[in-house]
């Protein structure tokens, strides 16, 4: 809790870095420029000479678009850095936790993308969650159950349950790039995650890597390698940075590395299928749920199990790491709702009374997209204490209907 409220302080004192900077730094460009347009209208001509007949100094760039740009850069390179002096001044964060504020604080996310049993994938802005993009996944003239979803602010990735992956410009809906998977996946595809210029994907005959520009919206249309050595389906997948999870009804999950495709570690111990995994090599940990109601914390580095969370009261659907305090979120098809974190766990305390078929962290808050249509933002922090049993969360600060089953969930 003190971390969130210090996390907060930061975002305030930020936030007012930025207005000061811009307003100091834009306010002289913007006058100079209004002092020289105003000269070129009193004093129209040719340019000063000098005793030699040569043109006089000249400005290193005219006032207009460019300097304009030239300044917002300057504007936001010292925003940066008095945001890296701001974070660096809070007594009592180690240099890997200054790291991991800085990088949560500095890259805000924008949008954040739901799927929806109606075949649409909607994206909304944040914090407002207003509606502004809505993305059809339609399979030859019919609609198609929309399963995962990722992307980042330039691109849009959307699975089905029709074998098929579909690429979008995040700003132009309309202009669907290239389709997936056609004669590569045999099954739904059961999840996608992106990395940089690399896209996982998980179906029946396993996991498959493609490759695409990050920002030029070109994705190659064969598959660039195949994640092999898993017995049956492959339910899950996972990725952060050049690590990749994925998760198995062989009731087992594997580690790989991204770019060679090669089997790093076997994690076993699960009694039934693995149904959802989450990683974060920034803190070295991966997660793994499962139908045999259990979630593993493991090692990535070793391959390792560190801990088994249990107390979930039906088949756990999916599981979520926050990048910044290293707590754990699960959801099980039930509605069951828990966060394990360094102060025991905490439930939601209006019980969700349908499956929560996916979490996303979005700063200090837990989105959770469910099963009867709604898609409900809980703020942590504000957990209610509680002198026997768990913590509890209040009430959703923010629910957003659909008008299906919310299936799927990212926030970029």
Not at 12 to 18: F, K, Q, R
Not at 39 to 53: L, M, N, S, V, Y
Not at 146 to 164: E, H, K, P, W, Y
Not at 218 to 245: N, P, Q, R
Request: hydrophobic content about 40%.
């Amino acid at each position: 809790e003190t971390l969130d409220i210090v996390i907060s302080l930061v975002y305030v004192l930020v936030t007012g870095l930025c207005v000061a900077v811009g307003w100091f730094l834009l306010k002289p460009a913007a006058e100079a420029e209004s002092k020289a347009a105003a000269e070129t209208r009193a004093h129209p001509g040719k340019p000063e000479q000098t005793a030699q007949g040569a043109p006089g100094p000249q400005p290193s760039a005219p006032p207009g678009p460019l300097a304009a740009e030239a300044t917002v850069a300057t504007a936001q390179q010292a925003w940066e850095d008095a945001a890296k002096r701001a974070i660096s001044r809070i007594p009592g964060l180690n240099e890997a936790t200054r790291k991991r504020v800085w990088r949560f604080a500095g890259d805000a996310p924008q949008m954040a993308l739901v799927g929806c049993e109606d075949g649409y994938v909607r994206r909304y802005s944040l914090p407002t969650w207003r509606l502004a993009f809505t993305y059809d996944h339609c399979v030859e003239g019919m609609k198609a159950k929309i399963t995962c979803v990722g992307g980042n602010r330039d691109l849009v990735l959307t699975g089905c349950d029709s074998r098929t992956v579909k690429t979008w410009e995040a700003d132009r809906p309309f202009r669907r790039l290239l389709v997936l998977g056609k004669g590569v996946h045999k099954g739904p595809v059961n999840g996608l995650a992106v990395s940089g210029k690399w896209t996982v994907t998980a179906s029946e005959n396993g996991a498959h890597l493609w490759e695409h520009s990050e920002k030029n919206f070109y994705m190659e249309g064969t598959s660039k390698g195949t994640f092999a050595g898993h017995d049956e389906s492959v339910l899950c997948v996972a990725v952060s940075k050049e690590s990749v999870i994925t998760g198995s009804r062989d009731k087992t999950a594997r580690l790989w590395d991204l770019k060679t495709q090669k089997s790093l570690h076997v994690l076993k111990g699960h009694k039934s299928m693995v149904r959802t995994v989450d990683i974060d090599v920034d803190t070295g940990v991966a997660v793994t749920g499962s139908d045999d109601r259990t979630v593993r914390v493991w090692k990535v580095a070793t391959g390792e199990e560190q801990r088994v969370l249990s107390g979930m009261r039906d088949w756990i659907s999916v599981v979520k790491l926050c990048p910044l305090t290293g707590a754990v979120a699960a959801g099980a098809v039930d509605g069951d709702f828990k966060v394990w974190d360094s102060h025991g766990f905490l439930t939601v305390a209006d019980d969700v009374r349908t499956a929560v078929n996916d979490i996303a962290y979005c700063g200090g808050d837990l989105i959770l997209a469910c099963a009867d249509g709604t898609v409900r933002s809980y703020r942590v922090s504000l957990a209610l204490p509680s002198e026997s049993g768990p913590r509890k969360l209040g009430k959703p600060f923010t629910t957003v209907r659909l008008p299906k089953s919310a299936t799927s969930l990212s926030i970029v």
